[in-house]
């Protein structure tokens, strides 16, 4: 428990001499996410502050020169997205080379962890370039452009990624070829279908009642 004593003192120091600083005038400030509530003297007189986070509304306790300094910004609601933030940074300045290699290697069976001590970089960010990676080779498949992409830059990438690229090539054209013969068949039966409702109609004419007024047409 830290000793409270009150920066409302008078801004005189106990021992006589030079007056304490006063803060009172950052009571009510909003510094990041922090709005200063009180202002107290805790370990060695050190100032601190009552804070409430205007993020979460959560109060917290920190030293006042941290928050001055921009050092500490909310009440630690922020650190996962900061994080999350400082590793993405980490894996968009990898080069594309290095992140093929990476992928490479993922691709041929190697584990997160391996790929990792290779490339003397943490698992998070080989996580985040692998996914960064895969779905730029997603937008490149569904583009369509991927055997183009092969041919024109068959040196730039690794052999495991222009293997992938040409067998996802080919697996989207086997199914553009799968839906267009499955089309092509009910297109085929619905012309089927027609044709035998027509001639049905023909054969059962005096069946089926017709007004005196209205013409009727048989289409071939």
């Not at 490479?104 to 998070?124: D, E, L, P, Q, Y």
Request: charged content about 25%.
């Amino acid at each position: 428990m830290q000793d409270r004593t009150p920066a409302e003192n008078g801004g005189q120091s106990s021992k006589g001499g030079r007056p304490r600083k006063s803060y009172d005038h950052l009571i009510g400030t909003t510094h990041n996410f922090l709005v200063i509530d009180r202002i107290f003297r805790g370990v060695k007189n050190e100032p601190y502050a009552a804070t409430t986070c205007i993020r979460c509304g959560t109060h917290t306790e920190c030293r006042l020169r941290d928050i001055l300094r921009g050092h500490t910004k909310s009440c630690k609601c922020l650190r996962p997205e900061q994080y999350l933030t400082n590793i993405k940074t980490l894996a968009d300045r990898l080069p594309d080379q290095k992140v093929a290699q990476m992928w490479s290697m993922h691709f041929a069976g190697s584990g997160r962890w391996a790929i990792a001590t290779a490339h003397k970089v943490a698992v998070i960010v080989v996580d985040f370039a692998l996914r960064r990676y895969q779905r730029s080779l997603d937008r490149v498949i569904s583009s369509g452009c991927a055997l183009w992409i092969v041919k024109e830059t068959i040196n730039a990438v690794p052999a495991q990624v222009t293997e992938y690229l040409l067998k996802s090539e080919c697996r989207v054209l086997n199914i553009f070829r799968r839906a267009r013969a499955v089309e092509a068949e009910v297109d085929a039966r619905c012309r089927a279908w027609e044709w035998m409702i027509r001639r049905w109609m023909r054969e059962n004419m005096h069946l089926i009642p017709i007004d005196s007024d209205a013409v009727v047409e048989f289409v071939d």
